[in-house]
């Protein structure tokens, strides 16, 4: 397999332009930062009063790059003007350079939920369209077929951490979808909404969360939405990532860290083998030796760590994992060559 990787000018236009949006996230701060600590873990809000009324505002959690883009709020937000001026610049030069941007329906869709705040409260893209956004956080170029859209957009997101943030979306995801022509698909046993099918195509947006062995369906308070359980996206979507969608001026969003998706696959691959979503089975492969082709080449101490991490968890992963790896042989002779 041939990896081409982006020119140096796209790929730093590509971390300018996500290092910008990340300060766009914190200009808008109304009051004072208030910390709530949690099993041990740090999360900001934005403490403000209306009329009498005190509310807050969930920011993120408090790691040292939000701590010191917070320190420097008042600076952000008398920038915005020219930070919108170059993050527009920034998104042409990265299409001039050959990035694959969302198309009109993706993009409206992702820039709809940051704005109501589905990112910043937890959700997680998952799925192809996330795997797309890997060519800006590795500096790989992408062929369309590599793109190609099972029509699924999907996000995930903590039922725990979830009911924990105490702060909700500004618009509910439902209301967004019904508005860009999406219509509610019932579950077939308690009628809890969970996906939703475009009805002029076949788009499909479905909402998930961990299941640790009941794979039923649960409610996400954050984000305002139910979610289908679904055992292994425990480790998927642990410790995301940031990234940019390139619409327009570029939609921050969230997405899994590359290698934890790429063993992810691995397991999925083998869940899917035989059944109804057998194209899903060898598109799950696809993407799974392509990232294991870049990443051990570029970041081998993350693939091998993501790796004994799923192995580590119990007999029934490390035979999925084996069992897809079987149908690879090139990609299990490069996580061999790891350890």
Not at 51 to 69: C, D, H, N, V
Not at 102 to 113: E, H, I, K, N, V
Not at 303 to 319: K, T, V, Y
Request: proline fraction near 4%; hydrophobic fraction near 40%; charge should be positive.
């Amino acid at each position: 397999m041939t990896i081409l990787s982006q020119s140096r000018a796209a790929q730093v236009a590509y971390q300018d332009l996500l290092r910008l949006h990340l300060d766009e996230t914190v200009s808008g701060l109304i009051g004072s930062v208030e910390e709530r600590v949690r099993n041990g873990r740090v999360y900001l809000y934005d403490k403000f009063r209306i009329g009498t009324q005190m509310k807050s505002r969930y920011l993120g959690e408090g790691t040292p790059a939000l701590q010191e883009r917070l320190a420097r709020a008042a600076d952000l937000k008398a920038q915005a003007g020219d930070r919108a001026g170059t993050m527009a610049r920034l998104a042409r030069v990265l299409r001039a350079e050959g990035f694959i941007a969302a198309d009109r329906d993706t993009g409206s869709l992702l820039s709809a939920f940051a704005r109501a705040g589905v990112f910043r409260l937890g959700g997680t893209l998952v799925g192809t369209a996330a795997y797309g956004l890997y060519q800006g956080e590795l500096g790989v170029r992408m062929g369309s077929e590599d793109l190609a859209q099972t029509g699924d957009i999907d996000f995930a997101s903590f039922q725990r951490l979830s009911v924990a943030l105490g702060d909700q979306v500004r618009e509910n995801p439902g209301d967004i979808l019904q508005a860009l022509k999406f219509d509610p698909v019932p579950g077939v046993g308690d009628r809890q909404v969970w996906k939703w099918r475009q009805n002029r195509g076949q788009a499909m947006v479905e909402f998930l969360t961990p299941a640790f062995g009941d794979e039923r369906v649960k409610p996400l308070p954050a984000l305002g939405v139910s979610a289908q359980a679904l055992n292994y996206l425990n480790f998927l979507i642990a410790e995301p990532i940031p990234a940019i969608a390139l619409y327009r001026s570029g939609v921050l969003v969230q997405i899994p860290r590359p290698e934890r998706f790429a063993i992810h696959k691995l397991i999925v691959a083998d869940r899917r083998q035989g059944g109804p979503d057998q194209a899903k089975s060898r598109k799950d492969r696809g993407q799974a030796a392509f990232l294991i082709e870049v990443l051990s080449q570029d970041r081998p101490d993350d693939l091998l760590d993501a790796l004994q991490d799923a192995r580590s968890r119990g007999p029934r992963w490390r035979e999925r994992i084996d069992a897809s790896l079987k149908r690879m042989p090139d990609s299990a002779d490069i996580l061999r060559g790891l350890s």
